[in-house]
């Protein structure tokens, strides 16, 4: 099973951006697909973006299409999340997750393996 870390959070001004990181432990990565969630305080947790093992498929929740963009790569064990035209209401604690079931990828319950959450803040 993998372990996940993110990096990458911080502060920026509204219309700014920001990337983050999620890096995965072991030699399966290829092997999960991976998910962006939010959740932003007195709020339930939120779907960001998925994107499949190979990185040929990817899917974004309402909020965020159009301005955000998943991708991976496999070698590096790495998935980014580059977050464009960043809003106030953008500000949230953001998990990656790893799954390997083959559906449901916007929900939470679908994955096993959370990282830890980087806080991203976007000031007005």
């Known amino acids: 099973q993998v372990q996940l870390v993110e990096s990458g959070g911080g502060l920026v001004q509204a219309g700014g951006s920001l990337r983050l990181s999620c890096a995965a432990s072991?030699?399966?990565?290829?092997?999960?697909?991976m998910g962006w969630f939010r959740q932003a305080p007195g709020k339930e947790r939120e779907f960001v973006a998925a994107i499949s093992w190979s990185g040929g498929s990817t899917y974004y929740g309402y909020s965020v299409k159009g301005r955000f963009t998943i991708s991976r790569d496999n070698d590096a064990n790495t998935v980014y999340l580059q977050m464009n035209t960043l809003k106030p209401e953008d500000t949230a604690v953001y998990y990656c997750a790893a799954t390997k079931r083959t559906a449901n990828w916007g929900l939470t319950t679908t994955y096993d393996t959370w990282g830890q959450g980087a806080q991203v803040t976007v000031s007005s």
């Open positions: 072991g030699r399966t990565f290829s092997s999960y697909v």
